[in-house]
């Protein structure tokens, strides 16, 4: 069957040295992206550094949090647009980090439902960054890059999934009790 909308970036393998055809711009989706990792990334360090109770319950409702919300923005927004741009292989990947974003999701569920200190809790937060660190990096490695050599407006869906982040953080700070600002 024909599927000529899908504008395909096929044959540029550029790998590594200089392939940056297009200049990142402030809402570039990809950087709003990986900044999002690398945040959380650094919460699940000081998680594992900290035997404070406190801390420790701060630091994972702030990696829930932070999660919830940039899967929702992924899936929404950056998941769904990019794949009209990739091929069926392209496709595939992007299936592939929906299905990992659900298994976070469940383990983000059960943590969410304990508490510092109970059984498999420490455990189950460090699954998760195991987990995530696993989809970031084949999101970082294989994913964002084939979707940087598209036609995809990453300024304009970097702009849309930023918007859609402060909604999204107002709403999941008020429901958590917390004071969003
Ligand atoms: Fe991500
Ligand atoms: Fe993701």
Redesign the pocket.
């Known amino acids: 069957m024909p599927s000529t909308q899908k504008s395909k970036s096929g044959g540029s393998r550029s790998s590594g040295s200089k392939s940056t055809t297009k200049k990142t711009t402030p809402n570039d989706a990809i950087k709003l992206?990986e900044a999002?990792?690398r945040q959380v990334e650094k919460w699940f360090k000081e998680y594992e550094a900290t035997n404070g109770e406190k801390t420790k319950t701060k630091l994972v409702e702030q990696i829930c949090t932070a999660l919830k919300v940039?899967?929702q923005i992924?899936e929404e927004i950056f998941y769904p647009v990019s794949r009209e741009f990739l091929d069926s292989e392209g496709e595939e990947m992007v299936d592939e980090a929906v299905v990992e974003h659900a298994s976070a999701k469940n383990l983000i569920a059960e943590i969410e439902g304990m508490e510092v200190g109970d059984e498999l809790f420490d455990a189950k937060v460090k699954v998760l960054s195991e987990l995530i660190e696993h989809?970031?990096e084949e999101?970082e490695k294989e994913y964002f890059p084939e979707t940087r050599k598209t036609q995809m407006d990453l300024e304009a869906v970097g702009a849309q999934m930023k918007a859609r982040k402060e909604e999204l953080m107002a709403q999941m700070t008020r429901v958590n009790g917390q004071m969003v600002q």
């Open positions: 992206l999002d990792h940039h899967t992924e989809h970031v999101e």
